[in-house]
């Protein structure tokens, strides 16, 4: 119904080319002094004392250990907040329920806790004199200084991640893909796995994969509830800290290029898959205006 | 049947179609209550059980309060300076075209993806006397590692995405006609951005804002490595909470931590709120 | 004021927007700009407007030439197909913009403008409606504000792209009789783009018909209807049933179908005895249940719809092509005497008709029923 348009020759506001190339050079100054010569400095820190010691000391024991304990944490707390968020995503987007806005603000609350403070919360629960602590104590389970607590605080910090990714997509998309399926007789599992499922598949690798960069990185809340054992009960980020403050600071930049590393390697999977996202984002969209007009 | 009704786009109240509710709502519940509800009201029987006045006097500690004086302020200047450059940055992404545009889309999500310990030790030594930048710095008589300046840097570095994630969508769906419309009434491009384009923003970048200054008031790895922990002049918040934890003293970790955690709900329950209204208003009924 | 535009032309990459093409707009004039999407109608309009650059020629207003004069500087009123009300402003404040933002040599006084906002209101009829969000109003109420908008700065010029668009029929209808008045009473200049024939011959006193980035026809409404100068102009202004022709034995030929030419053609011998295509207007036709000596065109009845004062019958034509469905529109009383039947088979035969020769761009009017008398 509009006629051809074409945006490139469109007068927009902040077009004269002073004004442009102003704005565009003052923020890649900023980012370059703020984000990118940051970035650069970890890895010149890393090789300050050569790529012999560098290698040397990611071999150590202990950092192998703590690079196995982080793994771990990770493979443990994805796959569960992957099924809390699509569970969670699916209650709130495709029912109505008294408390539902609620519920979508307490699921926001693990962003704004500090993970101090997150740490604490369990560590006064399961700890040797908590409420439940104790009683575990009284059984000979330790949660707390060791690798289930890790687990718990990192399921904690990063639970929102997932249905975060998924409840905007799934209530753009609606409901009426599903409830065709369901008309046409599809069994619940069905009807999750071949119609929901393909829809909101990019987003849900985008969430795994948020999830998984903030498990592996979580410092604060896991230095809380760790001990700071090394060998044990360290991961990566608390080796990091160990070695920094040991004054090796060649090898704690060591082991941070590792985390770094992981860092730029989640934002080429992120721009990959926003570009994915974008694409069955506009075609939804797209979808619509057809439906409308 | 159930078609007709969603297709008229509202939201049908009649019998629901879709299965798993109990499923969803119940998995969902209870993964709640134990991560969440249950270790809050842990916090809350401890808090509880150390009596009024041992609590005031904790919370109200010379010391305590100076680290919410010192957290408070650099939160505040942190996501003041992110709102200035996260919405230069959404401004230059969505509006421009350039080599490197999606380089540097890719790259402000840095401070999310980097671990905020990595993020601690490499501002640490960037900004130490002997750093790169610290050098400069320290030529021009500036010292930032080390004072309360440093934790306004950490606390900007490691928010520096909320402003510029909530506002670029904003501003890429902003119709040019309302812009264009400014345009043939005469406005110059100064007026159209302050009077039409800035009050469409408004809403987003302030909660931009309002995010990055509740990550701020938080975050503890970034900063404890560039603070340098001075006591009454460079401790935040969240370090007096593990201080207090590594001397064991729970009632006083969990008396502070309850502060900030209620301090962090208020935040987020008012972003929430007021996000809803200004949606209503914009919108005619949400 | 009036507007001339010489030589204009615009590329969108590889596609042609719009051909070199002028057009001389009188001071108070309405002008409609008619055409189906992509026909480059909207694109005129903008750089009129100044919101698009044209890649050459020369639009001037007045003895202006504001050919490379800013959108702002332009001083036109503008109204947009969605309207664009600032959502984050009231009425009152949408409307008092353009005066707001004038240099502070030329601003009214705040008082002033209110006074000036508040007249503008009354205008459009929606003076209780000051305080309100735009999201709180009608579509009909936001074309109205958007209007009192553009008019605010007192434009000589006033450009409407699709301004009925996006409304219901009614609404449709009251507004563009509203808008006329509006037109007449203040004598600015206007000129709107539309893709409803309907809308643009009612309300136009020139419409400009397009296709593909050329003006096919610029004429006033009447005449344009009269006499269409090309198959598209004919095609848009529509309702018309093409029947594609062989001429032999002072007939056109279609398989078992025929018409008779009319003795004016058949007079002039060799001249217009030519292969081609007639067009007949829906209601230009006489409907039999029996040939007639002037044509032979058997179909089918496949629907009757009563549509306001008339019956609308679709047919599809037995033994002969066609690339349509046929509509005919006969006045109740016809249909009502013959008392016609879904699945009957029908002749027609046309009154007058448009004939393009497959060599000519130009159409011959033909009328039947002049010869018979």
């Keep these: ?293 | 049947m159930a078609t007709h009704l969603s297709a008229a786009d509202t939201r049908p109240r009649h019998k629901r179609v879709l299965p798993g509710l109990s499923l969803s709502l119940g998995t969902s519940l209870l993964f709640i209550s134990l991560i969440l509800l249950l270790p809050m009201a842990g916090l809350v029987m401890q808090s509880v059980d150390m009596g009024w006045d041992r609590y005031w006097q904790v919370i109200t500690d010379e010391r305590v309060v100076a680290s919410y004086k010192v957290t408070l302020w650099a939160a505040a200047l942190a996501s003041i300076f992110n709102g200035f450059f996260g919405l230069l940055l959404a401004w230059v992404l969505v509006r421009y075209d350039f080599p490197g545009r999606r380089i540097l889309d890719a790259l402000v999500d840095l401070p999310f993806a980097l671990p905020t310990a990595v993020a601690g030790i490499t501002l640490a030594t960037l900004y130490a006397q002997n750093g790169w930048y610290g050098e400069i710095l320290e030529s021009l008589g500036i010292k930032v590692a080390y004072t309360p300046w440093g934790i306004v840097l950490a606390m900007a570095f490691t928010s520096i995405p909320f402003v510029v994630r909530t506002v670029q969508p904003v501003l890429e769906e902003l119709s040019p006609e309302e812009e264009e419309a400014g345009m043939t009434l005469g406005a110059s491009d100064w007026s159209v951005f302050r009077r039409v384009i800035f009050p469409a923003l408004w809403p987003a970048l302030m909660t931009g804002i309002a995010l990055s200054f509740t990550r701020s008031l938080g975050e503890f790895g970034a900063v404890i490595f560039i603070a340098g922990n001075m006591p009454y002049v460079s401790e935040i918040t969240s370090l007096m909470i593990f201080v207090s934890l590594q001397e064991f003293d729970f009632p006083a970790a969990s008396a502070i931590a309850s502060v900030v955690l209620m301090a962090s709900l208020i935040l987020l329950f008012a972003i929430n709120i007021w996000q809803a209204r200004y949606l209503r208003r914009l919108h005619g009924r949400s | 004021m009036s507007i001339l535009i010489e030589n204009i032309s615009k590329k969108f990459g590889h596609f042609q927007a719009l051909s070199p093409l002028s057009l001389d707009i009188n001071e108070g004039e309405m002008i409609g700009l008619l055409g189906p999407s992509g026909s480059g109608k909207t694109t005129l309009l903008r750089i009129i407007a100044g919101l698009e650059g044209a890649d050459t020629g020369r639009i001037q207003f007045g003895d202006r030439d504001v050919t490379n004069l800013h959108v702002r500087d332009r001083r036109v009123g503008f109204v947009f197909q969605n309207y664009a009300l600032f959502r984050h402003m009231t009425v009152a404040d949408n409307v008092a913009f353009g005066l707001e933002v004038l240099p502070r040599k030329e601003r009214p006084s705040a008082t002033e403008i209110q006074k000036r906002v508040q007249h503008l209101l009354e205008m459009v009829q929606l003076e209780h409606l000051a305080s309100r969000f735009p999201s709180q109003l009608s579509g009909g109420q936001k074309q109205r504000i958007a209007l009192a908008r553009a008019l605010a700065t007192q434009p000589e010029v006033l450009l409407l792209d699709e301004p009925f668009g996006a409304l219901d029929a009614k609404v449709r209808k009251e507004l563009r009789r509203w808008l006329r008045g509006l037109h007449d009473e203040l004598g600015f200049t206007s000129v709107f783009v539309t893709h409803d024939q309907e809308e643009a011959l009612e309300l136009s006193d020139r419409v400009v018909v397009m296709s593909n980035g050329h003006i096919e026809q610029i004429d006033q409404p009447g005449a344009l209807y009269a006499s269409p100068n090309s198959r598209f102009v004919f095609d848009f202004l529509g309702n018309a049933n093409v029947f594609e022709g062989k001429v032999a034995n002072g007939k056109w030929h279609n398989q078992q179908a025929s018409i008779v030419l009319p003795h004016s053609v058949i007079e002039q011998e060799s001249t217009e005895q030519k292969d081609g295509q007639l067009y007949i207007r829906s209601h230009e036709f006489f409907v039999s249940k029996e040939p007639t000596a002037q044509a032979n065109l058997p179909l089918r009845l496949i629907a009757i719809n009563p549509i306001g004062a008339e019956v609308r019958l679709e047919l599809t034509p037995i033994d002969w092509q066609s690339n349509d469905v046929w509509e005919i529109d006969l006045p109740h009383k016809a249909f009502d005497k013959n008392c016609f039947e879904k699945g009957q088979t029908l002749y027609v035969s046309p009154k007058a008709a448009y004939f393009f020769a497959h060599d000519a761009q130009q159409p011959v009017l033909l009328n039947w029923e002049a010869s018979k008398v």
């Excluded at chain 1, 992957?82 to 408390?99: D, I, K, N, Q, Y």
């Excluded at chain 1, 980020?237 to 040991?246: G, H, M, N, R, T």
């Design chain 1, 1 to 293: 119904m509009s006629s051809t348009k074409n945006t490139s020759s469109q007068l927009r506001v902040g077009d004269n080319p002073w004004v442009k190339w102003l704005l565009i050079g003052l923020t890649l100054l900023l980012t370059a002094i703020l984000l990118v010569v940051p970035l650069i400095s970890i890895f010149q820190q890393a090789f300050m004392e050569g790529a012999a010691h560098y290698f040397s000391s990611l071999l150590e024991a202990d950092t192998l250990h703590a690079i196995g304990l982080t793994l771990l944490v990770a493979a443990l707390t994805v796959p569960i907040n992957l099924v809390f968020g699509v569970m969670l995503a699916w209650a709130v987007t495709r029912f109505e329920f008294p408390g539902r806005k609620l519920l979508m603000t307490l699921m926001d609350i693990p962003f704004a806790v500090s993970p101090v403070v997150a740490g604490l919360l369990y560590l006064l629960l399961y700890g040797n004199n908590g409420w439940i602590g104790s009683w575990l104590y009284d059984h000979d389970i330790q949660l707390m200084f060791a690798w289930p607590g890790i687990v718990m605080v990192t399921i904690f910090v990063t639970c929102p991640f997932v249905a975060r990714e998924l409840i905007p997509l799934m209530q753009q998309q609606g409901r009426e893909d599903e409830e065709a399926a369901v008309i046409l007789g599809a069994s619940g599992w069905q009807l999750f796995r071949r119609v929901t499922l393909p829809n909101i598949k990019w987003a849900l690798i985008y969430g795994v994969i948020l999830t998984n960069a903030r498990a592996v990185g979580e410092f604060g809340a896991v230095s809380v509830v760790s001990g700071n054992i090394r060998g044990e009960t360290n991961t990566l980020p608390l080796l990091v800290q160990a070695q920094y403050e040991d004054y090796q600071a060649a090898a704690a930049f060591a082991s941070a290029s590792l985390l770094a590393l992981l860092a730029l390697l989640t934002l080429l999977l992120k721009a990959f898959i926003e570009w994915r996202l974008e694409r069955s984002m506009k075609l939804e969209s797209d979808k619509e205006k057809k439906t409308t007009a």
